[in-house]
């Protein structure tokens, strides 16, 4: 009665035990926020409730230019970094089967041999002399041991502690999948930034070429002024500084565009060569159009937002992981095969044949430190992916509110740049008539001069600016990677 009572007390224990041991530690979850503002602050509203998205619209739709259509077709096979990132796809890819062969079966095939010599006065010498004597038979001396068979181990996944570590690794491939094509739509864009960029130097180039033309015949004018007594020789070396001081500027914008051409070389996986481009007017080029939507599209149409949402969900399916190390895990072994002291035996069935099964159940009962600090660090991990995929929609949301600003803004200065332009080219033509009879000083032609070609630079600079702010608009959408 006595002993019933002390097994019943110590059964009611270890049960007590065993509840506390798969109790979990609480925590504070935080969960993310999906909501995001009606419309852009700076569009209006038209424009931004309506569902019309450039980001849909296929990049060679958008940028209709060949020779740059070329460029990025040769960049999406040749860049080096894109490449990079394909194989993290098939690093993440392998990673799944990695873990999907953990919650199977481990099934092994092997054969083992080994000799044994026990000694005659040892407790098992002496216990198989004896057997050996009484049965009348004889087993080799040494013993030796042959055996072949199939042997297998698995872990019986109850709390879907293997198959959500699967599901994490599926998921965190999505991922890479998503990074890959923001990394599409990123090179794309610098490859349109730095292709206007190069049209814009081309033509700033011909411009100083032309106006290195005006100078040079400006300065020969003051020349024979100075013949004639009616200039000196300040006017002529003012304008001989003004001359050299553009040429510097030609080598300068050479040297920019030989370094814009070795870029969009780097960028499309290329040693440098010459870039085939359009030949037309820069001031010409229009604007290309863009429609944002809303900004709850952005969820969608954004790689980096997805990428953060898939991170998300494979962290808060590792915080599942890290709980299931709380319970008990039961564990099963078997194996069968044949064994025997001599090769020829190991056909001599059934006495030869050999099977075994086990099953073992385990949980953690003290000191489990370990484990929460692994739950805990699986929440601190899940609780940061939230903030992160918050901050990334954030800043998905202010790009596109400051490129729809930017365009705006752009298009009002370059109408009023073509106007300075306009105006100080009808005032070099002034200023020069005005010069050759003597009714104006050189200073005023030089300063006229140089306003006019620094108008002119800075007319070229905010129409590469808009068509920027075109191609950032559409990569702020997520254009460009479908």
Not at 49 to 73: C, G, H, M, Y
Not at 167 to 180: D, F, H, N, Q, S
Not at 395 to 403: F, H, M, P, R, T
């Amino acid at each position: 009665m006595l002993k019933k009572r002390i097994y019943q007390v110590l059964g009611a224990a270890g049960l007590a035990l065993a509840v506390g041991a798969c109790k979990t530690p609480e925590l504070v979850v935080k969960n993310e926020s999906r909501n995001v503002p009606a419309s852009y602050s700076t569009a209006t509203a038209a424009a931004s409730l309506d569902s019309a998205n450039t980001a849909r619209v296929q990049w060679k739709q958008f940028f209709t230019d060949p020779n740059l259509q070329a460029l990025i077709e040769t960049a999406l096979q040749n860049n080096q970094e894109l490449n990079i990132t394909l194989q993290e796809i098939e690093i993440a890819k392998n990673e799944i089967r990695a873990r999907q062969g953990e919650y199977l079966p481990f099934v092994s095939l092997g054969a083992r041999a080994d000799v044994e010599k026990v000694g005659r006065y040892t407790l098992q010498g002496a216990t198989e002399e004896q057997v050996q004597i009484k049965e009348d038979r004889r087993t080799p001396d040494p013993l030796t041991n042959f055996q072949l068979g199939a042997f297998a181990t698995w872990e019986v996944d109850i709390w879907h502690k293997l198959r959500n570590a699967k599901k994490a690794a599926a998921i965190r491939y999505l991922a890479t999948v998503e990074g890959k094509n923001f990394m599409v739509t990123n090179l794309i864009a610098e490859i349109a930034n730095s292709y206007y960029e190069l049209l814009a130097y081309d033509n700033q180039l011909a411009i100083v070429q032309q106006n290195i033309g005006i100078q040079s015949n400006a300065l020969e004018l003051v020349r024979l002024q100075k013949e004639s007594a009616r200039a000196t020789e300040l006017a002529v070396k003012r304008f001989e500084a003004q001359v050299e001081h553009t040429r510097a500027l030609q080598f300068k914008l050479q040297q920019s565009i030989v370094e814009t051409e070795n870029k969009l070389n780097y960028l499309a996986g290329r040693y440098p060569q010459a870039v085939t481009r359009s030949t037309q007017s820069f001031n010409e080029l229009a604007p290309l159009s863009s429609q944002v939507g809303s900004p709850a599209q952005l969820l969608n149409n954004r790689p980096d937002i997805r990428q953060a949402e898939q991170q998300l969900a494979a962290a808060k399916v590792d915080v599942q992981v890290a709980r299931a190390n709380f319970y008990p895990s039961l564990g099963l072994t078997g194996g069968v095969g044949l064994a025997a002291f001599t090769p020829g035996l190991l056909v001599s069935t059934p006495q030869s044949m050999l099977y075994a099964l086990g099953a073992d159940l385990a949980g953690p009962l003290f000191n489990r430190n370990g484990i929460k600090a692994a739950y805990y660090t699986a929440n601190a991990a899940q609780t940061q992916a939230v903030y992160q995929y918050e901050k990334t929609v954030l800043n998905a949301y202010i790009e596109v509110s400051n490129q729809v600003a930017n365009i705006s803004n752009l298009a009002k200065s370059y109408d009023a740049k073509a106007k300075e332009v306009a105006a100080l080219n009808q005032s070099v033509d002034i200023s020069n008539s005005l010069f050759r009879y003597a009714r104006a000083d050189y200073t005023e032609v030089l300063f006229t001069q140089r306003d006019a070609l620094e108008s002119k630079f800075d007319l070229i600079e905010t129409r590469m600016q808009q068509l920027n702010a075109s191609v950032n608009v559409y990569r702020a959408l997520g254009g460009g990677w479908q």
